[in-house]
């Protein structure tokens, strides 16, 4: 493989730069941070895709880029004769041979890539490019780094991941073996003699759950029958009974009927002895009119004796006058005057004294005559007949009456209802001579009726009892089915626990056997790394001393060891040593080109010289002049020692704009390539 050209555009630092690479030896020159390491990554990247490159898709573009602008990097190469090139952008890659393109998209694009060269990115990083501070890194560190790190870029740890994979399925293998072991030995094993059994009990439950089913349906069918004569006898014994019913009312409402008729007959005996035949009308009559006589003969007796007061009264009146007159002429003597003409009574007053006691004689005595008639007709009207006694007489005369009247009323009204309820009696026997006769014409026979209720309450009881041993038979049945069915079971999962652990162990040993294959395959590996890369580093180093160390051995410890005409050399200088490490890491790159089926052909070493002094570094520069020569097609060589410059082939001086803070190149020729 032979790299022609790359292009940059937008990639990390550089804006579009185009480096083209011819054969021997190329120096890259340039400041820290101009950019150098960036080309032979974007060649990485171009190949590879984003893995290749530190940083991400979104810090991989040049930070000056205009808007709309893309990472795009073509790598162009030769290879069995064959030119190829690669154009990658952030999401896109093409595959071109001979302008024709073979690989189309990022992922095709790699595939295609790995395919062609044989190596994966880790394997084709650790051939060609031996990065920045590596061989420093390798010197500096102890002999266990040392191996770790030349298993790592033999690719010698994958093997590792695969043997811990086959580690790890070992032990889950072991756990779930250990599993089906405690679950076989937790569970009692089943026989098949046990599940013959079970099954005959089984069928010995469903014989019985079949036994009582026919019963069942024998004693249903009977049922069904007594049910209907049940059925018929119920609704004959229904229509007798309310035949029944009919006549046993009709013969109380009869009973009723006549009972009333009685009692109506003695209360009608009753009321006719109340009734009184006596003439009323009559005696009221005579006794209102002797009462109409009473009462005008009080009233005239009264009359009499009011007249009698006031002639009385009247008397007595003319008697006090007459006194009084007397009183006064014999108050006033002679000398007392006429009461009538005025004139002083003189000698007339003895006359007129003896008329005035005349007078009073006279009145006197028509007093006492009057009050004899008024005591008189006083005592007339005291001894009047009483009214008290004709008023009682007659409210009892019409008491009488009237109670006579009501007696006479009353008979007639129980005439009335004794006519109605003779009526009703004899209706009600008439309806029940009809009850009577609808009851005989209704057939119902109940002695038939009797027997057949208790039938049914037998075949009742039987079918509660079948049902009920059905139930528990068809349980049994059930319980018997889910034992078979479990045993069945547990013989079934032993069985497969047991085919499980039959294939388990089978696995168990083949990722035993892995495992051990795996550890001898590494060791063989290991036991070959060294005496390879010791044989290889042998040459390089011979080539790169002029034979000075004959030979180049790797230690059982890693620890290299150089020999000059089969002595070992005892101190190895710094120099030597960096040598030593160069020649090593070569070797490194060899094997794993080799692995791949193709030739080293090209280096790219980034900054190898480490802490070398200039006497050194030179010497490396030799060195590695020396290999271009000689051992690969293409030496690249990555560093800011200016002292390259008079050594390489061609010279790359890689520098960054302050201003556009783009970095560019250009390219020189060597003084070995100008001569
Ligand atoms: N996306 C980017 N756009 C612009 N510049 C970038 C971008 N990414 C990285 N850089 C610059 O690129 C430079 C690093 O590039 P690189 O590693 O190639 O330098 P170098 O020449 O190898 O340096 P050294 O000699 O120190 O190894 C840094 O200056 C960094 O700022
Ligand atoms: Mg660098």
Redesign the pocket.
């Known amino acids: 493989m032979r790299i022609e050209r790359i292009e940059l555009k937008n990639f990390?630092?550089h804006r579009h730069t185009e480096v083209d690479l011819g054969a021997g030896m190329t120096a890259i020159l340039?400041?820290?941070?101009?950019?150098?390491?960036?080309?032979p990554?974007a060649l990485i990247w171009a190949l590879y895709g984003s893995r290749a490159a530190r940083?991400n898709n979104d810090?991989?573009?040049?930070?000056?880029a205009e808007k709309g602008e893309k990472v795009e990097v073509k790598a162009t190469f030769v290879l069995d004769g064959e030119p190829y090139t690669v154009a990658r952008s952030v999401k896109d890659a093409t595959v071109f041979r001979d302008s024709t393109p073979v690989a189309e998209g990022a992922g095709a694009t790699v595939e295609f890539i790995e395919g062609l060269l044989g190596m994966s990115r880790e394997e084709f990083q650790a051939t060609y490019f031996t990065g920045?501070k590596e061989l420093e890194w390798l010197r500096d560190k102890g002999p266990a780094d040392r191996a770790r790190f030349l298993g790592k870029v033999m690719g010698y740890d994958k093997l590792k991941d695969a043997q811990k994979a086959v580690r790890t399925e070992r032990n889950n293998a072991r756990s779930k073996a250990d599993a089906i072991e405690n679950l076989l030995s937790s569970e009692q094993p089943v026989s098949e003699e046990e599940i013959t059994a079970a099954k005959a009990k089984l069928m010995g439950a469903l014989t019985r759950a079949k036994g009582l089913d026919d019963a069942l349906t024998t004693a249903n069918t009977k049922a069904e029958e007594t049910k209907a004569a049940m059925a018929e006898l119920t609704l004959q014994r229904k229509s007798w009974m309310a035949a029944r019913d009919e006549f046993r009312s009709a013969e109380a409402s009869k009973a009723q009927a006549d009972e009333l008729l009685v009692s109506l007959k003695a209360q009608r005996e009753q009321a006719a002895a109340n009734v009184d035949h006596g003439d009323y009308s009559t005696q009221i009559e005579s006794t209102e009119k002797d009462l109409e006589l009473t009462r005008n003969e009080i009233d005239v007796r009264k009359e009499r004796r009011r007249e009698a007061e006031h002639a009385f009264q009247l008397a007595e009146r003319q008697l006090k006058d007459a006194e009084q007159e007397l009183r006064v002429l014999r108050e006033q003597g002679s000398g007392g005057r006429c009461r009538t003409c005025g004139q002083v009574l003189g000698d007339s007053w003895q006359e007129s004294v003896r008329r005035a006691e005349d007078k009073v004689t006279h009145l006197t005595h028509q007093r006492d005559t009057k009050e004899e008639v008024y005591k008189g007709a006083q005592k007339h009207f005291a001894d009047a007949p009483s009214l008290t006694h004709l008023e009682t007489a007659l409210a009892e005369l019409r008491g009488k009456q009237r109670a006579s009247e009501t007696a006479k009323a009353t008979l007639q009204t129980i005439d009335t209802h004794i006519e109605s309820a003779a009526k009703a009696a004899d209706l009600k026997t008439r309806i029940l001579e009809q009850a009577r006769a609808d009851l005989s014409t209704v057939t119902f026979d109940e002695e038939r009726f009797d027997q057949l209720s208790m039938d049914a309450a037998r075949v009742t009881e039987t079918l509660r009892s079948l049902n009920a041993d059905l139930l528990d038979a068809t349980r049994t049945v059930e319980r018997l089915e889910a034992k078979v069915s479990s045993l069945r079971e547990a013989l079934d999962r032993r069985a497969k626990l047991e085919t499980q652990r039959k294939e388990l162990t089978q696995n168990l040993a083949v990722l035993d056997d892995t495992d051990r294959l795996f550890t001898e395959l590494r060791t063989a590996l290991n036991d070959r790394l060294r005496p390879e890369l010791s044989e290889i580093a042998t040459q390089v180093i011979a080539e790169i001393t002029d034979g000075r160390f004959t030979e180049f051995l790797l230690d059982e410890d890693y620890r290299i060891r150089l020999y000059d005409s089969g002595r070992e050399v005892p101190v190895i200088s710094g120099g030597q040593e960096d040598m030593a490490n160069l020649a090593l890491r070569i070797a490194v790159s060899t094997l794993v080109s080799e692995r791949s089926g193709r030739p080293l052909s090209f280096l790219i070493l980034d900054?190898v010289f480490g802490s070398l002094d200039a006497g050194r570094q030179e010497a490396v520069i030799d060195v590695l002049r020396q290999l271009s020569e000689d051992r690969f097609e293409q030496v690249i060589l990555?560093t800011?020692t200016e002292t390259v410059k008079d050594l390489a082939d061609s010279v790359i001086l890689?520098d960054?704009d302050e201003k556009t803070?783009a970095?560019g190149v250009t390219t020189g020729f060597g003084p070995r390539e100008a001569a």
Not at 30 to 39: A, D, V
């Open positions: 990390r630092g340039g400041e820290n941070g101009s950019g150098k390491t960036t080309i990554e940083g810090t991989i573009l040049f930070w000056g920045q900054e990555i800011h890689v960054r803070g970095s």
